[in-house]
């Protein structure tokens, strides 16, 4: 089956740093791929939509300085949480389509802002 | 604004029984829903549902679709503690080609040895 990968699986850092989370399809092509985020809890909501060569859309409410994404290649996309703080502590998971409407989803990246 | 809504919140069984979770949606121009086990990671994939009244069905796990009534229904017989995790459902949204997800909040089903 399809395997998406993300890198790091967790992450600690402090408040004002920056961190970039990597995200991989590992054996097909996705020309978009999605950032999701998921409190405690909470169901996923989707961030952005991240399109290789051009720039990601994001979805209401999310700033696009502070979220920045760049999809390289058909196989890999990078989100960049900048000058991270405390709030942004979260479950970071990509997710990646090798046809239409089936969603395969990376491991999630753990972040902690201290 | 597209809508998808998961009952119960959450569920306690023994294990061995059975359970039914049940997601109903409000989706512009729907074409999918799907449903995914997430335990302590990300979703799994676990059923795509397209037609109305076509069972799809993984070992203990089976899902139907009521495109009339707008819900589906995942069912999960003999029961074991491995099926402890939350069940998601989404929807994609809009018309095809556009593969953002809206997900329902979630059934966390717990299974008691």
């Known amino acids: 089956g399809a395997v998406v990968s993300q890198h790091p699986s967790w992450v600690i850092c402090k408040s004002g740093t920056s961190v970039k989370i990597e995200c991989r399809s590992l054996?097909?092509?996705?020309?978009?791929m999605f950032w999701y985020r998921q409190f405690p809890k909470q169901s996923l909501m989707l961030m952005a939509t991240?399109?290789?060569?051009?720039?990601?859309?994001?979805e209401q409410g999310v700033e696009k300085d502070k979220f920045l994404i760049n999809h390289a290649s058909l196989t890999l996309s990078t989100l960049t949480v900048t000058s991270a703080h405390p709030e942004d502590s979260s479950f970071y998971i990509c997710?990646?389509?090798?046809?239409?409407?089936?969603?395969?989803f990376g491991p999630g990246t753990r972040l902690t802002v201290l | 604004e597209d809508k998808v809504v998961q009952s119960p919140l959450s569920l306690v069984v023994h294990e061995g029984d059975t359970v039914t979770l049940n997601c109903s949606y409000e989706?512009?121009?729907?074409?999918?829903l799907l449903w995914y086990k997430q335990e302590k990671k990300a979703p799994t994939f676990l059923f795509m549902l397209?037609?109305?009244?076509i069972e799809k069905k993984s070992g203990r796990l089976s899902s139907i679709l009521d495109k009339k009534e707008l819900f589906s229904i995942l069912n999960i017989t003999a029961t074991q503690t491995g099926d402890s995790a939350v069940y998601l459902c989404?929807?994609?949204?809009?018309?095809?080609?556009?593969?953002?997800?809206?997900f329902g909040t979630g059934t966390r089903l717990t299974i008691i040895p």
């Open positions: 997710s990646a389509s090798p046809s239409t409407d089936t969603q395969y």
């Open positions: 989706v512009t121009n729907f074409r999918s």
């Open positions: 991240s399109n290789e060569g051009s720039k990601a859309t994001y």
């Open positions: 397209t037609s109305s009244g």
């Open positions: 054996d097909f092509q996705a020309t978009t």
């Open positions: 989404a929807a994609p949204r809009g018309g095809f080609g556009n593969e953002k997800l809206t």
